[in-house]
T-cell receptor, first 112, second 119 residues
Framework: TQLLEQSPQFLSIQEGENLTVYCNSS?????LQWYRQEPGEGPVLLVT?????EVKKLKRLTFQFGDARKDSSLHITAAQPGDTGLYLC????????????FGAGTQVVVTP | GAGVSQSPRYKVAKRGQDVALRCDPI?????LFWYQQALGQGPEFLTY????????KSGLPSDRFFAERPEGSVSTLKIQRTQQEDSAVYLC?????????????????FGAGSRLTVL
């Protein structure tokens, strides 16, 4: 059972377009992470957010953690083919010290 | 090594066979995790080690799954009497410290995974 709901499941866009993917839950989290996974590889950490309302920017990627620490979004500006991958959100629940709960992921395809 | 190394990268097993998957974490990393990723899904937690101690094995799906890390470094995930539903990618991850892993500068580093196909 996925504690984190990610939407959309699949997103195909043209190079230069913007996109937003969402990660939602009914639970409160002490922190939330976003990963990108490419075929045949393990997930690679992009960012960790820990404070409600927090916004972090990583070049063309903007991550936001909801005020209530139950949801998050990832916005990509002017997407490039290199942004193609499976975007996963993962959360550390307040009563867990090491166990990450992952969403099912959003598959993003950026075509030239 | 520079990263988390997993072997074999691909394993095909006949139903009923036993398999062993190996994980070489980053040298000096205290924490080690095993995750199972089915096709089209996110990784699901299996088990956690702090050095040689297995502190959480709540995610292991059945008693056919067994993991060990006897010297606090290399870990092995063993699956006995494999079933078709065991087909998945098995990911290993390690981090430098225990507790507070997801605050500060500590990062969970994943290996590329072992893809198991059970026929």
């Amino acid at each position: 059972t996925q504690l984190l709901e990610q939407s959309p499941q699949f997103l195909s866009i043209q190079e230069g377009e913007n996109l937003t993917v969402y990660c939602n839950s009914s639970s409160v989290f002490s922190s939330l992470q976003w990963y990108r996974q490419e075929p045949g590889e393990g997930p690679v950490l992009l960012v960790t957010v820990v404070t409600g309302g927090e916004v972090k920017k990583l070049k063309r990627l903007t991550f936001q953690f909801g005020d209530a620490r139950k949801d998050s979004s990832l916005h990509i500006t002017a997407a490039q083919p290199g942004d193609t991958g499976l975007y996963l959100c993962a959360a550390l629940t307040t009563d867990s010290w090491g166990k990450l709960q992952f969403g099912a992921g959003t598959q993003v395809v950026v075509t030239p | 090594g520079a990263g988390v190394s997993q072997s074999p990268r691909y394993k095909v097993a006949k139903r009923g066979q036993d398999v062993a998957l190996r994980c070489d974490p980053i040298s000096g990393h205290v924490s080690l995790f095993w995750y199972q990723q089915a096709l089209g899904q996110g990784p699901e937690f299996l088990t956690y080690f702090q050095n040689e101690a297995q502190l959480d094995k709540s995610g292991l799906p059945s008693d056919r799954f067994f993991a060990e890390r006897p010297e606090g470094s290399v870990s092995t995930l063993k699956i006995q009497r494999t079933q078709q539903e065991d087909s998945a990618v098995y990911l290993c991850a390690s981090s430098l410290s225990s507790g507070g892993v997801f605050s500060g500068a500590n990062v969970l580093t994943f290996g590329a995974g072992s893809r198991l196909t059970v026929l």
